[in-house]
């Protein structure tokens, strides 16, 4: 009985956070479309495609895996 309870209750939770992860997501996802959008718009695309191949240079180059390796840690420390 109790436990019945408990995972009614676990699933609620699961849900209800799972979906505030969905809304911060889609609020992510849409200010990633509002910023993508304004910057072709004004700095226009050809510099956009520098910008972008110099951030896969950097991101190539040894001293970025450091950073990725600590994002990652810090992602999921949280």
């Known amino acids: 009985m109790h436990s019945d309870i408990i995972q009614v209750a676990l699933g609620i939770v699961i849900l209800v956070l799972s979906l505030k992860l969905l809304k911060d997501f889609l609020k992510l996802a849409i200010s ?14 050809d510099n956009i495609i520098n910008i972008v191949n110099k951030a896969i240079d950097w991101v190539q180059s040894p001293s970025s895996t450091h950073v990725a390796k600590a994002i990652t840690m810090v992602m999921f420390k949280i």
């Open 32 to 45: 990633a479309i509002a910023i993508v959008y304004i910057a072709v718009n004004f700095v226009g695309m």
